[in-house]
């Protein structure tokens, strides 16, 4: 009989013990009403399904600057993350990237009537910039600054929630807000279903600048027809997410993540229409933030897609 009860608990430990710890396994993703909430349950559904068979949690957080904080602490194992706050902050060395997703899109939305039609049109309005530490935040700064606004004047604008701000712009309490998001986003949407909306283009001279002193920026367009009263393309500038591993993601652990993404790529274009134009190489992207996980990039060697690093240049192999 003891025996027997041995026997039962070795494999009690056997079953429960995996289980238990792949659901420990956290994405860190964005406000519920933004692109990457959905996105990383997309991922989260993506992993559990076999052979990975990693089941995984999406987490509701504050935004990239916010995840990189979190990575660092443990609190969470995956991130997303904008390649501009990868490159502008100093995240302690064991964290890394695995792979881009989807391109963030800078988007100044405005009323139809508030008469804004062009950056120059913002001077003397009521602009919403985003939570400090955000991806909108730091953008916006950077953006201002371009267009040669005092720091002053930059430091009184609002700092709406992700969630406050359509009905703010409806009930005309701003003018405009900025929001760094994929597209479609359900917040623009809201926002759409509240009052007739239009987009301000970001392009122009002050852009020419921002984007030659700050490369990881590039052009980009918000697609037409997405939302309700939008009927043209806008261009803008933008830049990807990338999904950043925490110190707790072994080598094994990120090949395994990065193997079933790859070779499962239609299926999670299918998951949310932000995936849908999903690239390859624009998801490797070797100069777009982080360092390669080891791990990720082992992979990408054994398709052929990246080349091997000279064996001076080999990162230690990460372990748990």
């Known amino acids: 009989m003891r025996a027997l009860l041995c026997l039962l608990s070795l494999l009690l430990l056997g079953a429960v013990g995996p289980a238990r710890a792949a659901s420990e396994l956290l994405i860190g993703s964005g406000s519920l009403t933004g692109v990457y909430y959905p996105a990383g349950g997309a991922l989260c559904r993506l992993l559990a399904r076999a052979p990975a068979r990693l089941p995984c949690q999406v987490v509701a957080t504050g935004g990239s600057a916010d995840n990189l904080t979190a990575l660092s602490r443990g609190d969470l194992s995956l991130a997303l993350v904008q390649s501009d706050v990868q490159l502008t902050t100093t995240p302690p060395p064991a964290l890394y990237r695995l792979f881009n997703l989807h391109q963030e899109a800078l988007t100044l939305v405005t009323r139809q009537d508030s008469g804004i039609r062009s ?9 919403d910039i985003g939570n400090p530490g955000s991806g909108d935040n730091r953008t916006m700064r950077l ?3 371009a267009l040669g606004w005092p720091e002053e004047t930059v430091d009184s604008l609002s700092h709406l929630n992700v969630s406050e701000r359509a009905q703010a712009l409806c009930d005309e309490q701003i003018d405009a807000y900025a929001y760094v998001v994929g597209h479609p986003s359900s917040a623009i949407s809201e926002a759409a279903a509240l009052c007739p909306i239009r987009f301000i283009p970001v392009e122009g001279d002050a852009v020419d600048r921002l984007l030659q002193s700050h490369s990881y920026y590039q052009r980009t367009q918000i697609p037409a027809d997405l939302y309700s ?3 043209d393309a806008i261009a803008t500038i933008g830049m990807p997410a990338g ?3 925490g110190p707790q ?4 652990l990120a090949y395994r993540i990065t193997q079933q993404v790859f070779s499962r790529l239609p299926q999670l274009r299918r998951l949310h229409p932000a995936l849908s134009q999903l690239v390859r190489q624009q998801m ?3 100069a777009s933030g982080l360092p390669l996980h080891p791990g990720a990039r082992r992979f990408f060697v054994e398709q052929g897609w990246l080349p091997p690093l000279p064996a001076a240049t080999q990162p230690a192999l990460i372990s748990p």
């Open 284 to 286: 490797i992207g070797e």
């Open 119 to 127: 950056l120059a049109d913002l001077s003397g309005k009521r602009l």
């Open 249 to 252: 993601i072994d080598e094994a």
């Open 143 to 145: 953006l201002l600054q």
């Open 229 to 231: 009263g939008v009927d």
């Open 243 to 245: 999904l950043i591993a």
